[in-house]
């Protein structure tokens, strides 16, 4: 079974999802399960150098919205160990290279890993994950050559293969992040519990398995 995520990298809700989502491989295993993340920009218009988050956040759903939003989020987070600091965001930033960083973690074989390392490093460390620089020593955590890494961001390096992808998922009806795409057919929304999740991996590895004795 092939589970394509789709998120990006400063969604509070798909840290949350993903949390979920490693708990529910554990509870499962993930035998017979192939993981790709995908991306997704809430907002590719944010410039190269990002914007302050706060009158980001606060323009976007005002003062006293954008407080009881991170109160929920908070609430939501600590339920699954992630100890979310927007207090220490100062900046919304583009996260196109953040998604180029997360496409050649896949590469070398630590994209799993490379998400969660950015979601930490955003959301409970508040380090801008649109700085060249603290994507490079994220891809040094990970284990990734990161002279490599540093030349490619230099460069334009799959810039557009991202554009695609995150136009891909939109022509498909996302609209929202996280997205489970199962087997490139089935679509499902939203941070779901690990139950949810390993009901739905048992029923359709199942389907696979009769399909296959079937020939």
Avoid at 11 to 20: A, L, S, V
Avoid at 89 to 109: E, F, V, Y
Avoid at 138 to 157: C, H, P, Y
């Amino acid at each position: 079974m092939k589970l394509d995520v789709v998120s990006d990298t400063v969604c509070p809700w798909c840290y949350i999802g993903k949390k979920r989502l490693d708990q529910a491989l554990e509870m499962h295993g993930g035998e017979g399960i192939t993981l790709v993340w995908r991306p997704f920009q809430l907002d590719a218009t944010i410039p190269a150098g990002g914007v302050d988050r706060k009158t980001y956040m606060e323009k976007k759903f005002g003062a006293e919205r954008a407080k009881e939003v991170g109160n929920t989020i908070r609430e939501f987070g600590n339920a699954v160990g992630i100890d979310f600091r927007f207090d220490l965001i100062g900046k919304s930033p583009n996260t196109m290279d953040s998604h180029r960083l997360i496409r050649w973690a896949g590469t070398a074989g630590c994209q799993n890993e490379m998400v969660g390392i950015l979601f930490r490093r955003y959301f409970e460390q508040g380090e801008d994950i649109g700085s060249h620089d603290v994507l490079v020593d994220a891809a040094g955590e990970a284990g990734m050559d990161t002279d490599i890494v540093r030349d490619l961001l230099s460069k334009d390096a799959d810039r557009d293969l991202i554009a695609r992808e995150d136009a891909v998922a939109r022509e498909i009806g996302i609209q929202g992040v996280p997205s489970f795409v199962i087997n490139s057919q089935w679509v499902v929304t939203g941070a779901q519990e690990p139950e949810t999740l390993v009901r739905m991996f048992n029923k359709l590895l199942a389907r696979e398995a009769e399909q296959a004795a079937a020939g």
